[in-house]
């Protein structure tokens, strides 16, 4: 298994690197035979204003599925543990799901009815953009149906998810409603409507439906 640490605003030293290979592979001891790689990304953030200031984020590759865990506190060997532990149960969770995926019930999509655009989703709000790129990630995105982003979304520990989309070849998202149940975003060919019976284009998409945050 590859284990791969990486720092932000933090040096890695020698201490903090054996505790993370300890916590770590400890988690995923009884999932060697699922895991090909483990990413640590360790971030102290610098703004006095944030009380939860020391971050540890993993992120699992398993035989073409991500799992991933992030935990914050006001202490980095505190937030290793609650991370490993995290990551621990996103893995049973995932090994669950695969032994029993002829079984188990796939979430279910809530149909979306169509409505009208929306002119300005912004309404009295003053629109803010952050004032650089901050951060960038790469990953793999193997075409997929919805039904195995919607799995791929509960295991990332995002509100969203996404991935190409095995039927149309274009890019999808779906995602967590403020009001329960997922929604899917397509493209818009044009001026046509979607034609897809679960999803839903992503400028008539009103304010409840929203995914409930856009951490990434």
Same mark, same amino acid.
């Given at each position: ?21 300890? !916590? ?5 001891? *009884?999932? %060697?035979?699922?895991?090909?790689? &483990?990413?640590?990304?360790?971030? =102290? /953030? ?50 669950? !799901? ?5 079984? *188990?019930? %796939?979430?279910?999509?809530?149909? &979306?009815?169509?409505?009208?655009? =929306? /002119? ?97």
């Amino acid at each position: 298994m590859k284990l791969v640490i990486h720092g932000k605003n933090i040096e890695i030293t020698d201490a903090i690197r054996e505790y993370v290979h300890q !916590k770590i592979e400890k988690a995923v001891n *009884h999932f %060697q035979n699922l895991t090909t790689e &483990v990413d640590v990304h360790l971030s =102290v /953030a610098r703004n006095p204003r944030i009380n939860t200031k020391q971050a540890a984020e993993v992120t699992i590759y398993a035989n073409g599925s991500v799992i991933r865990a992030e935990e914050s506190s006001e202490s980095l060997y505190a937030s290793i543990d609650l991370v490993a532990d995290k990551i621990a149960r996103q893995l049973r969770k995932y090994k669950e !799901k695969r032994q029993d995926q002829k079984t *188990h019930s %796939q979430p279910k999509l809530i149909p &979306v009815e169509g409505q009208p655009v =929306v /002119a300005d989703l912004i309404g009295d709000r003053t629109p803010e953009l952050p004032s650089e790129v901050v951060r960038t990630k790469y990953f793999a995105m193997p075409p997929m149906t919805i039904e195995a982003a919607l799995e791929q979304l509960q295991l990332v520990d995002h509100d969203f998810y996404m991935f190409r989309n095995a039927e149309t070849g274009e890019i999808n998202v779906v995602y967590e409603r403020n009001h329960g149940g997922f929604g899917v975003i397509q493209p818009r060919n044009g001026n046509s409507h979607s034609n897809s019976k679960n999803g839903k284009t992503a400028d008539n998409i009103t304010e409840a439906e929203k995914p409930r945050s856009s951490k990434v």
